[in-house]
């Protein structure tokens, strides 16, 4: 690791590449500028992509020993300067993972391409070195404008759909918040956990508070506002906010001051400020003390009649509760958190908000295919039910046990009244509404589906997942054209996200666009590293027309899915309807089957894909029985 790889190569993941030979890094073959200490940081993490590559490992290979120089802060420098080439976010990593206080990991799956040795040069062509010619992804450089437009005019459709919606037609009278990350002045960068914890527990604390009057803006939108330089004006401007809180933390000798400022958007105007001392010690309790009392005083300012009281959580607990929502992707991963779980609550084997965040773990688990549901969900339940028995007023084990409860009961009735329960305890949890639009939606129940995806997206304007949620919700509900802005506006935010694009794909072949539906398959491919495939499928396009590129399309996903089958769990549901589409009955049967055995997570959407994808198997009696078994409400 202390020397690079001496064979040159190029390094594929989603729509970038680096070629090593060239010492450049593209996306959509267009070149992006990167400096020479931050690219030689990527070449090595992506020679050992899901590999933690520790401070030292990286020091070794980019700094050596007689290189005089602040090395954290170079390294530092480098990883920010990384993450704005690749427009990744270090709160919510799609690419580079911050292991703190050792390392970083690549998290995303990197395709390696190794180039031929060169051969010597003729003598008369010694001292020259020009690099061979880059062949674009795609021969017409047509479809690699079209995703780039894509993403531009995403963003354009996202500001204009949500500052109107915003603005147009709030389903409420509530003020709505934002909680601006909170500055780290204490000149130590390791403290940025500290300041970042800091703003996620107060947006944590004052969403709880549950007033009907107060909107709080979730912390994934909040997030990306950390060192953006953006005016007051235009941050909430685009996170539709009538207040901005900021705040600052510093350290003075033993003391810690929290500095926090209330600001009414209108007239930029302080509307209240407080400072808050404590004396240094473990971080985490004095994150908690400070978020609750920022919290109360924040409440009692914009809502002066409010009774409600946020109260100071446990610092296990809000340390269990960050480690359910950090981005692990990997089975190790997976094991180091619920290793984690283990031995913090080991401390306090009666404090319910760890069993509702085990929960969440567990869920998102299966939804990673680290898990298999049917194992996962059975953990799930009673991990909820747990954390249930000792405070039912918990909001986020109603919302689990609601999707436990659906998953692996297909009991409706009884998602129904959790879901319910968390919401009338929590109206400001974004995820909580976007899990009941989708169930409303799965019940044909379109129009309800649709608003709680849109107060979802409210209350997480910068959230693409929320976007194509209900981009998907107003696709199947009919609403094409809707549908199409919203699945932009997601790709907009998030251009990497591959199921964006096949459900724009899904779009436009319903409006019989077909060249812009094959665009946005073959830019699926390309996300998700199958550059050879997405060139076949444009090739039979260009020669035998939308049909056939479709079936293509179809194959080569299929091939992909069961190959990813040895290595994590893939949805038996999805293989299924892919085998529908290409006239399969018997392997379709087959494993819907094993769907239900499994209890996929994607087995409620039966219904509903009843007279589309699986319209080949209505009649038969097994898809029948399927579907009985999954009691459907009339």
């Excluded at 690079?4 to 060239?22: Q, S, V």
């Excluded at 090395?71 to 919510?92: C, G, P, Q, V, Y």
């Excluded at 659906?406 to 319910?420: P, V």
Aim: hydrophobic content about 40%; glycine content about 6%.
């Amino acid at each position: 690791m202390s020397t690079p790889n001496p064979r040159k190569a190029i390094h594929r993941f989603g729509t970038y590449e680096l070629d090593t030979r060239t010492r450049e890094l593209r996306k959509n073959g267009m070149r992006i500028r990167c400096q020479e200490q931050p690219l030689q940081v990527l070449v090595a993490l992506l020679e050992h992509p899901g590999e933690l590559l520790t401070r030292e490992d990286l020091r070794r290979r980019v700094w050596p020993e007689d290189t005089f120089v602040d090395f954290d802060h170079a390294l530092n420098t480098a990883a920010k300067k990384i993450r704005l080439a690749l427009n990744d976010e270090a709160d919510s990593p799609r690419y580079l993972e911050t292991v703190p206080r050792r390392g970083y990991r690549f998290i995303a799956p990197v395709q390696t391409e190794w180039l031929p040795e060169r051969t010597k040069s003729k003598p008369s062509e010694a001292g020259l070195d020009f690099p061979e010619p880059h062949r674009p992804l795609i021969n017409s450089r047509v479809i690699l404008m079209a995703a780039s437009l894509i993403g531009m005019l995403g963003g354009v459709y996202y500001w204009t759909n949500h500052h109107a919606h915003a603005n147009g037609i709030s389903a409420s009278d509530r003020t709505m918040l934002a909680v601006l990350p909170f500055e780290n002045l204490t000149n130590d960068p390791s403290q940025e956990f500290f300041s970042d914890g800091m703003t996620e527990e107060t947006i944590a604390q004052l969403g709880r508070l549950n007033s009907p009057r107060l909107g709080v803006i979730a912390r994934t939108s909040a997030m990306k506002y950390k060192h953006s330089g953006k005016s007051v004006r235009e941050i909430a401007r685009e996170l539709g906010s009538d207040y901005l809180l900021e705040g600052s933390i510093r350290r003075e000798g033993s003391r810690v001051r929290v500095v926090a400022q209330l600001i009414r958007v209108a007239d930029q105007s302080p509307r209240w400020s407080h400072q808050f001392e404590y004396e240094f010690g473990e971080p985490l309790y004095i994150e908690t003390d400070a978020a609750t009392d920022i919290a109360n005083l924040v409440h009692t300012a914009l809502v002066p009649e409010a009774t409600a009281r946020a109260n100071k959580g446990d610092s296990t607990d809000v340390h269990l509760r960050n480690l359910a929502e950090s981005n692990f992707r990997t089975t190790e991963g997976l094991e180091r958190v619920l290793q984690a779980f283990e031995d913090g609550m080991k401390k306090d084997p009666n404090c319910a908000p760890p069993y509702a965040a085990l929960a969440r773990v567990y869920e998102r688990g299966a939804n990673l295919g680290l898990l298999k549901p049917v194992d996962a969900y059975a953990k799930a339940t009673a991990a909820a039910q747990k954390a249930i028995e000792l405070d039912p007023s918990n909001p986020e084990a109603h919302i689990y046990l609601a999707d436990a409860l659906l998953t692996m009961n297909y009991d409706w009735a009884g998602a129904q009244t959790e879901i319910q329960k968390a919401l009338a305890l929590n109206g400001n949890d974004p995820s909580a509404h976007e899990w009941n639009g989708i169930f409303l939606e799965l019940q044909g129940r379109f129009d309800q589906g649709v608003q709680e995806l849109r107060t979802a997206s409210e209350l997480d304007p910068l959230n693409a997942e929320y976007l194509k949620s209900l981009g998907l919700v107003l696709l199947r509900a009919g609403r094409p054209v809707e549908a199409e802005a919203q699945l932009k506006a997601a790709i907009g935010l998030d251009p990497a996200t591959d199921e964006a694009h096949i459900l724009l794909a899904k779009v436009y072949e319903g409006d019989k666009r077909y060249g812009e539906a094959i665009n946005e398959a073959i830019s699926a491919f390309f996300l998700r590293g199958q550059r050879d495939q997405a060139l076949r499928i444009k090739g039979v396009y260009e020669q035998s027309g939308f049909a056939a590129a479709k079936q293509e399309a179809l194959r080569e996903h299929l091939a992909y899915m069961l190959a990813q089958r040895k290595e994590r769990y893939i949805s038996p549901y999805s293989i299924a309807a892919i085998y529908a589409s290409l006239g399969d009955r018997q392997q379709s049967l087959t494993w819907l089957e094993n769907a239900y055995e499994q209890r996929d997570v994607q087995l409620p959407c039966l219904k509903q894909a009843e007279n589309d994808a699986f319209a080949l198997l209505r009649d038969e009696p097994r898809f029948q029985a399927i579907l009985k078994n999954i009691h459907f409400p009339n």
